[in-house]
Each structure stands twice: as structure tokens, then as C-alpha cells.
């Protein structure tokens, strides 16, 4: 179990939940994201928390913004970081916060597979942590994940498109980051519908690490070499995008009688590039949801309350028929 903050934190939290004021984020060792017009506040501004970001996306920023909108709400002080995809950056800046005295962390980590020293230095200083977005492969009891099943991500994903392909076709996956649950579960979700369906093969996959540039250069590659490819099923929309760009400089079509594509997150360029008629699946990670609900768990950690060890954030499957509704 987390440590209890004491007298302090418990007054400070009961005063953040009878005020709505603003508290404008600071930066603590990194990118500061903070609004211009958010307003300094008193009372719950006693309570700050610290956040890293591995970086500042589309998507994350998007989370980051949803963190923001909730410590307003709550009258808390939230100081937002990033650490440039760097795992030690990211040790560094968790450190920092420590130092700094915060009542809680919210991580969402660089590296799923080496966030054991973060998660230690906070549980050492007897700091409320919660991980958010991103699993870490080893997360002990008592530490919470604000975040959504990412298998189940690839699944509903490959599902859609495979059902448009008709069961047919050469699939090749684009992955995030090969060091993130995510891209390791949602790559696996793909992989196991593909292997349902008889007529379809993974002929490639490759990891884009979630960018868009990255995304199209190895689809140009793939396109290139001669591949006859049918599916392209991508971890995040931003790769999937950057595959989009790449098929239609290449002159190919897309959609059912060309490439079907599919992609992650329903960010608002995916859905941009879904109503023209070039996206064909994506799925939709509750940014806000999960930022809002990370702030959340800290906030009951902080007043001594029990958070469950995981707190899920549904995904939902997005297509042209229920686009509609997302955006």
C-alpha cells in the first residue's frame, strides 16, 4: 500500500472537493503545457501534482489537456513534463517532483519495461504514484493504471477490417514502440484475428513508433518493393496516417477496392481522414477519460482512499457508419 500523506494532504483534498478553482500547471524539469488563461486558485491549490509524459502528441497532449480541465475543476496545482521519449529524463523528472514535496505522480511512461525505478523512488518517498495510458509490465499491487486493454484495441480493429476485406488479403502491421504494452498487445490483438481467418497472411511488420513520418516511410518501402498488400493494421492512427499518405502518392486506392487502413486513438485528423474516405477503421482511446480519471485516483490516493489496481477506460470501435458520434 501507498503511504498516507498525513494530516495536510487529507485537509487539502477535502478543500479541493468543495472548490472550482483554476491552477495554472508549472514546469517541473521539462515541456510546460500549462494555459495562458488558467488562474492561480487557493485552497485546493495546496494539493500539486506531477505528471511526465513520455512526449507531447496528438493523442497525449489530448490527456494532457483532460489532466489539466479536471485539477481546474478540483482547484489543484498541476505541473505537466515531458521527457523527450528518454527513459532516464523521465527517472529524473519523478525525482524532482519528489524533491519538490507533490502529493502525488501520474506517469505515463517512456518505457513499460523500465518504470520499475520510478515506481520504486515514489513508493520509497511514500508518494501517491499512478500510472496512466501505458501499463508498465511490472507494476506491483497497491500502484494503479488509469488506461484501456490495448489487445482489445487490435482485436476490434483487425476484426473491422477483416470482415471489409471479406477474409482475405496480405497484411502487414505497423507498430508503436516495440518497448510499450501497448503496441505489443494491440500488435497481437491483429495478429490473432488474422490468424482466424484462414485466407489471410502477415506478410510484414515493422515498428513506426508511433509517427506519422516513420509510418509513411515504411509503407513507401513496402509499397516499393512490390508487396501485394490488402490490409495495413496500425497501432495508432498517426501511422496509420503517415501509410495513408504514402498509398495515395503512390497512386493506389483506398478502401475496400484498394488498401484498407486502420489505425488507433480517433484522433481528429483520423476522423478528418475517415470522413473523406481514406481511413476505414480506428478505435477510440478515451484521452479525456483517462486523464481526468488518472487525476481522479490521485486524488483519492492523496486522501488516503483505496483506488482499484485498475481503473479501465473503454475503448470503442469507430467506423463510417458510427464516425458521427466521435467527433
Known sequence: MIKRRGFKALAAFAAAAFLLVGCSSTDGGGSD????????????????????????????????DAMQ????ELGVTLNVVAADEQTDTQLGQVENF????????????VDTDAAGPMTQAAQDAG????????????????????GSDSLYAGT?????????????GNVVILIGDPANEAAVQRTQ????????NPGMTVTKEQAGNWYREEGQNIMENWIQSGDDIKVVCANNDEMALGAINAIKAAGISLGADGILVGGVDATSDALASMEAGELSVTVFQDAAGQG???VDAAMT???????????????????????????
Not at 98 to 109: F, N, R, Y
Not at 316 to 322: A, F, S
Open 33 to 64: 503545457t500549462s494555459s495562458s488563461d488558467s488562474t492561480g486558485g487557493s485552497g485546493g491549490g495546496d494539493v500539486t501534482i506531477g505528471a511526465t509524459f513520455p512526449i507531447l502528441d496528438q493523442f497525449l497532449q489530448t490527456v494532457a
Open 69 to 72: 480541465s479536471k485539477a481546474d
Open 98 to 109: 519528489i524533491a519538490q514535496g507533490v502529493d502525488a505522480i501520474l506517469v505515463i511512461p
Open 127 to 146: 508518494v501517491p504514484l499512478v500510472y496512466v495510458n501505458r501499463k508498465p509490465s511490472d507494476l506491483p499491487a497497491g500502484v494503479p493504471y488509469v
Open 156 to 168: 476490434v480493429e483487425m476484426q473491422a477490417l477483416a470482415e471489409m476485406a471479406g477474409g482475405e
Open 189 to 196: 490483438g491483429c495478429k490473432d484475428v488474422v490468424d482466424e
Open 292 to 294: 481526468a480519471g488518472g
Open 301 to 327: 490516493l492523496i486522501g488516503g482512499g483505496i483506488v482499484d489496481d485498475y481503473v479501465d477506460i473503454p475503448y470503442q470501435l469507430v467506423t463510417p457508419d458510427n464516425m458521427a458520434d466521435f467527433q
